[in-house]
């Protein structure tokens, strides 16, 4: 299938559309949409995304904040009765209580923002999402090391990694970066329980605002319990916040908090 040009449109900061339909169904393809599913598209854009998605069988409800693009998505999709366009950016959405995924394009400029909204409440029932973001961000968030604060946030419900890279010129107009596919997927069983998310951030928050080890870093577990604690989770005392993997820091919080494991 041929590759069209497209001229510049009106968007987000930081947004670069899809250049080719195909792509854009296997992007979806690939995301493992079924009929029945409710999938939030964050950022319609043009519809690149949005055609795939409704042709599936799911329930879409397509973000767009630009008034310009969402009327443009309305009169391309207004056969489709199970597309919903909502005039409303991603920071002061409300999130459904059901279960669903999110499918994706997302403006390079607002990717850290917009993921850390939906994801910092670990009890919304997001089941998956596939987002298209810049490379360098994908690769430093699906890094089991150095970790960051947002990942080691992240991992304790997600399963996170990259499911495939994006030449620039795939996008119109194109970005002066490639972009990525970052996936995140609900783990089956949690490294922390969800309805402690906030008190769990708080915990990592004070660790990484530290940047010092964890020996002298951590201040919730004494020395004599990170002692015993650094040998039988792998990781030496002298450790960086960034050292230390999803599953390293679910165990140490469940200490903290007295639980035995």
């Not at 360098?136 to 968030?141: G, L, R």
């Not at 969800?194 to 951030?201: I, R, V």
């Not at 039988?232 to 993997?245: E, I, N, S, T, V």
Request: aromatic share 8%; hydrophobic share 45%; proline share 8%.
């Amino acid at each position: 299938m041929s590759v069209r040009q497209r001229p510049p449109q009106r968007g987000a900061v930081g947004q670069h559309f899809l250049r080719s339909s195909r792509l854009a169904a296997d992007i979806v393809a690939q995301a493992e949409v079924a009929p029945g599913d409710l999938i939030v598209e964050i950022g319609g854009g043009t519809g690149a995304l949005t055609q795939p998605l409704v042709r599936t069988g799911a329930t879409v409800i397509a973000l767009e904040r630009d008034p310009a693009l969402a009327a443009r998505l309305r009169r391309r999709f207004d056969r489709f009765t199970s597309l919903t366009v909502v005039d409303e950016d991603a920071g002061s959405y409300c999130w459904p209580r059901e279960p669903f995924a999110v499918v994706a394009n997302l403006p390079f400029a607002a990717s850290g923002a917009i993921l850390a909204g939906v994801l910092r409440d670990p009890l919304l029932p997001l089941s998956r999402a596939d987002v298209i973001v810049q490379w360098e961000f994908a690769a430093k968030h699906a890094a089991v090391w150095p970790a960051t604060l947002r990942s080691s946030h992240w991992r304790a419900w997600y399963d996170v990694s990259i499911v495939r890279r994006l030449h620039r010129t795939a996008f119109s107009p194109p970005p002066s970066v490639d972009a990525a596919v970052l996936r995140l997927t609900r783990r089956a069983r949690p490294l922390v329980p969800p309805e402690l998310g906030e008190t769990y951030w708080e915990f990592l928050t004070a660790a990484f605002a530290a940047r010092t080890s964890i020996r002298r870093g951590l201040r919730s577990l004494s020395p004599l319990q990170l002692k015993r604690l650094a040998p039988a989770l792998g990781f030496p005392l002298d450790a960086q916040p960034r050292d230390l993997d999803a599953e390293q820091w679910g165990r140490l919080f469940a200490a903290a908090r007295g639980e035995r494991g």
